[in-house]
C-alpha cells in the first residue's frame, strides 16, 4: 500500500492551524454550531443509553450461563469501544448532511487561498442552490457506508471473531473519514465519487493516516466540535498537494460552479 500515514494525519493538524486565519473563519462558523448541537446530543445519549446497549449486546452474544459469566468481564471493554464507535461515526453521518453545503463552500474558499485563484463571493443563493447535489453526494456515501457497517456489527455477534469487530471498525472508520472529507474539495473539481474512491486507495495510508486521527479526535471532548471545519480545511490541503498536479485525476472542471480563474 501506497503513501505515508503520518503525512496524512499532519493534514489534519495542518486545517486545524489554518481555522483561525483570516478569510477562513468566516466560513467556519456555521459548520462549528452545527457540530456543537450534534455532538452534544451525542454525548447526552452515550451518557443515558450506554450501560443498557452493552447489556443488550452481551446478552445477545453469550448464553446465560452462570460458568460464562466471567467472559462478560473481558468482552466489556471491546463492546463499550464498539458502541462509542458506532454513535459518533452515526452522528457524524448526520452532522455532515447538515452542513454539506457550507463544508463546500469552506473548501472552495481554502482552494482558493491555497492554489492562489480567485472566484466570486459565495452567497446563501448559491449555498441553497448547492444542497440538492451536496445531499446527493452524502446519500452516495451512506450507499457505501451502511452496508459495510452493518457487516462488521453482525460480527460482533459472532464468538470470538466478535473480539476484533472494534478493531475492524475503527479502521474502517478511519477510511470513511478520508472518504467524508476528502469529498468536499474532489466533489467541487467534478471528480466523481467512484473516481474519489480511486484516488484515496492509491494512497491509501496517507488517506488512513488522515482519517485516523480524524476519528480518534472525535473522541477528544471539545476538540470533536472543531473537527468538522478542520477535517474540510485539511482535506483540501491533502487534495491540493497531493492530487493537482495533473498526475493522477483529470481537473477539467476547478469548482462547483466552474467558476475559478486563475489571477
Known amino acids: 500500500m501506497k503513501g505515508n500515514p503520518l503525512r496524512g494525519a499532519n493534514y489534519l493538524l495542518r486545517g486545524l492551524a489554518m481555522l483561525p486565519e483570516k478569510g477562513i ?8 454550531i452545527i ?13 443515558d ?22 467472559i462478560r468481564y473481558i468482552l466489556w471493554p471491546f463492546i463499550a469501544i464498539l458502541v462509542l464507535i458506532v454513535v459518533y461515526y452515526s452522528f457524524s453521518v448526520v452532522a455532515n448532511i447538515i452542513a454539506a453545503p457550507f463544508n463546500g463552500i469552506l473548501s472552495e474558499k481554502v482552494e482558493q487561498r491555497l492554489r492562489g485563484v480567485t472566484l466570486t463571493d459565495s452567497g446563501w443563493k448559491e449555498i441553497v442552490a448547492l444542497i440538492p447535489r451536496t445531499i446527493a453526494r452524502e446519500l ?22 466478535g473480539m476484533i469487530a472494534p478493531i475492524l471498525l475503527f479502521l474502517f472508520g478511519c477510511w470513511m473519514m478520508a472518504i467524508q472529507y476528502c469529498d468536499y474539495p474532489m466533489d467541487n473539481n467534478k471528480i466523481s465519487f467512484r473516481d474519489m474512491k480511486d484516488s484515496l486507495k492509491q494512497r491509501r495510508l496517507t488517506s488512513v493516516g488522515f482519517g485516523g486521527l480524524i476519528s ?3 473522541m477528544i471532548p ?24 495533473g498526475s493522477d485525476i ?9 467558476r475559478l480563474k486563475e489571477r
Request: no cysteine.
Open 25 to 32: 473563519r468566516h466560513f467556519v462558523i456555521v459548520p462549528l
Open 222 to 245: 471539545l476538540l470533536n466540535l472543531l473537527l468538522m471545519p478542520a477535517a474540510v480545511v485539511g482535506a483540501t490541503i491533502y487534495w491540493v498537494e497531493e492530487y493537482t498536479d
Open 216 to 218: 480518534l479526535g472525535m
Open 140 to 161: 452516495s456515501k451512506l450507499v457505501y457506508y451502511l452496508p459495510r457497517l452493518l457487516l462488521l456489527i453482525l460480527l460482533a455477534f459472532i464468538p470470538v471473531v
Open 250 to 258: 483529470d481537473l477539467s472542471g476547478l469548482t462547483t460552479q466552474g
Open 49 to 70: 443509553q450506554m450501560g443498557y446497549w452493552i447489556e443488550y449486546l452481551l446478552s445477545a452474544i453469550l448464553p446465560d450461563w452462570d460458568w460464562l459469566q466471567f
Open 35 to 47: 457540530n456543537i448541537f450534534i455532538f452534544t446530543g451525542a454525548i447526552w445519549l452515550l451518557f
